[in-house]
């Protein structure tokens, strides 16, 4: 076992990026993943993940020096790397509650291969004190290892922003908190190297947990802020875009955008975490209650300005939860199609980045920008503001008498130029 081995476990879309970076800065990646289809592209330099700049290139890279290898084996990647790192998911189900499956049986596998002197890092956002009572007693109680001392263990929260990871991997601090102080000087000056990056050390592993929760729950409540700020501004006939702006300019202030909706695997779901684990009748699920609010608040701006939707034709622009990326976990677009559908109205769905048959999955009409049937459309909502979006031409709509910019994002007065009404979030 070199000293310069690295086991990443799970090849998604953060932990692929992750182990192309430590591959072509001096460490052997051993990547585990359960899916065989990454596996097998890792292993010819190729990548899964579309969007990502310069991570096509890092992976052929390191394909060509020999630095990064992948396997289903998670028990045999880890037996070779001196450095376990982890970033397999935490999900919650559809009650809110935890789900653990997948990590689970990732600290199982692990927990069989793991040696002696090794670190192993998890990076996963995760309740606070999971590293501690829920991952590293598994591992002890399977390996018979004790933590601390025959293995080490540390956290380290990944706080980067998909489309940007490479950079955000350079630019953002590392946090990293140790069980011990051997612990975290191993996971620190692991990560100066593979990451050449600057480390927050901070004094324990549930300080680097909660900091991640804490981001992700700033940014949840702060943006619930400026949706009820906007649905008041509404009533009161003001813009919120343009109090942001003003308000804005003196730097105690930072109100956030409003739009109609919060998805996606991380700001939704970490809430959660807190929530669940005794604070559940605070500020923060306040906030996750009015940010799941504002798809109904679109939905009241429609009627508002049209009365009935039934049999009206409804388009929705991006079935993603956020512009260029391809997730639908929490998109708002499926709030949007619940509550649409108990109107009867019909539903399209436009969105570049999936096939007519990932949509139809989801029990709508996909709907393609050059079909004759976009004369039809009565009503356009803007959910995920996609480039291809950026050139959009409106004029092709004909019949559309309302634009809803879920995203505040397109121009007001070119819209309103060719006869259609256009409502923003609080603008
Ligand atoms: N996606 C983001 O924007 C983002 C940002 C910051 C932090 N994170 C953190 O990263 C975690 C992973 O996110 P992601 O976007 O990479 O997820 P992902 O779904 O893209 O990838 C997860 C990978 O883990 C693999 N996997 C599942 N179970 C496994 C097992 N038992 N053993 C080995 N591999 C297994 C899956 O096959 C998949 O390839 C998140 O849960 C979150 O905590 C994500």
Known sequence: MEHNTVAVVGLGKIGLPLAAVFSNNGFYVNGADINKKIVSLVNMGKSHITNEPGLNTLLEKAHQAKTLTATINTVDAVSKSKVVVVIVPVLIDDNNNVNYQFIDSAVYEIAKGIRKGTLVIFETTIPTGDTRNRFGKKIEEISGLKMGNDFYLAYSPERVYSNHILNNLKEYPKIVGGINERSLELASNFYAKALNCKVIKVSNLETAEFTKVAESVYRDVNIALANELAVYADQKGVSMLEVIKAGNSQPFSNLHYPGVGVGGHCIPVYPYFF?????????????????????????????????????????????????????????????????????????????????????????????????????????????????????????????????????????????????????????
Do not use: W
């Open 275 to 427: 929530i669940n684990r005794g604070l559940a009748n605070g500020l923060i699920f306040t906030a996750r209650k009015i940010n799941d609010s504002m798809s109904k608040y679109a939905v009241k701006l429609i009627e508002k300005e049209i009365g009935d939707i039934k049999k009206q034709n409804i388009l929705i622009l991006g079935l993603s939860f956020r512009e260029n990326v391809k997730e639908v976990f929490k998109s708002s677009t499926l709030l949007l199609v619940d509550l649409i559908k108990q109107k009867e109205a019909n539903i399209f769905i436009n969105d570049p980045l999936y096939t007519n048959l990932e949509i139809s999955s989801y029990g709508v009409t996909p709907l393609s920008l050059e079909d004759e049937m976009v004369k039809n459309i009565d009503i356009i909502i803007l959910q995920a503001f996609h480039d291809e979006y950026r050139e959009l031409k409106f004029e092709n709509f004909s019949n559309c008498k309302l634009i809803i910019d879920g995203r505040n994002v397109l121009n007001k007065n070119e819209i309103e130029k060719l006869g259609i009404e256009y409502k923003g979030i609080g603008n």
